[in-house]
């Protein structure tokens, strides 16, 4: 799986702000991407960029610096540029799912190496760094105002591409579901209850009433103990209305 | 549509670096939730806050500040907390995909307001907090290093309910693909130019290498221009091995 994350190279292009480089290497080592490539990178290293990084400061200082983009890209076999908005119909355009979709199929191929490339701040990727892309990525997002950080960019593609490659298992609960027998015993003593303090009357009609509760009691999917408190908590009605 | 998002709430607890507030801004904005609540977050407003909110300004300025969850979440039908790590298995847990999914279901019944909460930078939401949450959202991430950024845990799950509530449309091509008829003479073309280069020998049998050749360009779905282009290109090769 660490084999997954390893191939896929993140590059940032002309990056002005070196708070976002620390907050990229953040946002990568969360998601288990170790390769951070600069092409490059204004006023870096910065200790701006190492506070933002925060405990990720190991893909800070192995990312590597460029002086090109397609130094940057060499050994690459897919490259992908992300961009905030649609372009020209020239370049293979897809969401971040299918950018994902498509880095799992190449690296799948005996460790072929993915980079995929975020520019600068202000204007994005020029044309000519997306004539070096096979794959336009875009970011879905509010058509009326779509400005991401770069940072946020590259967090966004990898949660994506992380979901995308690992499934999470939560842990389920071990507790005994109660069984049918002790379900209708709980619905018949519930039943003697509502009857003992006269809950039932023409307005509520014991089978509708009872269909009702068993649809929210059957809802919650009761487990054994839980039906033994209510029980426990039918014994101790007092009868009070008859007092 | 604006009406699933606009009956989401995200609040932020105990925030203590206002930078991440104007960061959750603008996470949000981007992906078109505009519903932001406070419970005590410290040092703002800010001048940092404000920056960071970069042109997510107006939701900024509509922030509710409150003195206490439970006033942050009144009128909400569904709470949902976000744990950066399993807790209990007393809380119901699911994956932002899982939560997105709750979130769509409760919004559909009659504009029911849902509130989705992130707690204090260092420590994430007390158990107290917890209990006030039907759901317990977890990022999926780095089992080794998760410490994510309170405004980048937002951003993943902004982008997440975006992306689960829309569909996005890339503009597709409108050229013409070549047809039948036009492939074939290109074929025929091709096989006659590369026996006129003397390309096909023992080790190059006609045959194999006109398949290969057909895969090679079937894979590519060439266009009309495209074949017309080869052809062009063909017409222009001179007999250079003859001379």
């Keep these: 799986m660490d084999y997954t994350f390893d191939n896929v190279r993140v590059v940032m292009v002309n990056t ?3 708070g976002n480089i620390g907050a990229a290497a953040r946002a990568m080592k969360n998601m288990s991407l170790s390769y951070l490539y600069l092409v490059n990178p204004k006023g870096y290293p910065s200790a701006i960029a ?3 990084a925060s405990g990720a400061d190991d893909v800070l200082s192995n990312a590597v610096v460029c002086e090109s983009l397609k130094e940057a890209l060499q050994g690459v076999y897919l490259v992908i540029g992300a961009s905030a908005r649609q372009r020209n119909i020239k ?3 897809m969401d971040v799912v299918g950018a994902c979709s498509e880095i799992q199929k190449t690296i799948m191929a005996e460790s072929q190496k993915v980079a995929v490339i975020f520019g600068t701040e202000r204007t994005g990727l020029t044309n000519e760094e997306l004539d070096l892309c096979q794959i336009l990525m875009t970011i879905p997002g509010n ?3 779509f400005s991401l950080n770069v940072a946020s960019a590259i967090q966004v593609f990898a ?3 992380y979901v995308y490659n690992t499934t999470i298992e939560f842990k389920k609960s ?3 579901l109660a069984n049918f027998d002790e379900l ?3 619905y018949a003593h519930l039943a003697q209850v509502l009857e003992y303090i006269e809950y039932f009357e023409d307005k509520r009609p014991k089978a509708l009433l009872m269909r009702r509760l068993r649809r929210f ?3 919650a999917m009761p487990e054994k103990e839980e039906v033994a408190i209510f029980r426990g908590i039918f014994r101790n009605i007092k009868p009070f209305k008859k007092l």
Excluded: C, D, L
């Design 16 to 18: 002005t702000e070196p």
């Design 50 to 52: 190492t506070a933002r």
């Design 91 to 93: 370049w293979r355009q």
């Design 143 to 145: 058509s009326h105002y």
């Design 159 to 161: 949660y994506q591409n």
């Design 174 to 176: 071990t507790n005994k």
């Design 184 to 186: 209708e015993n709980f």
């Design 217 to 219: 009691f059957t809802r």
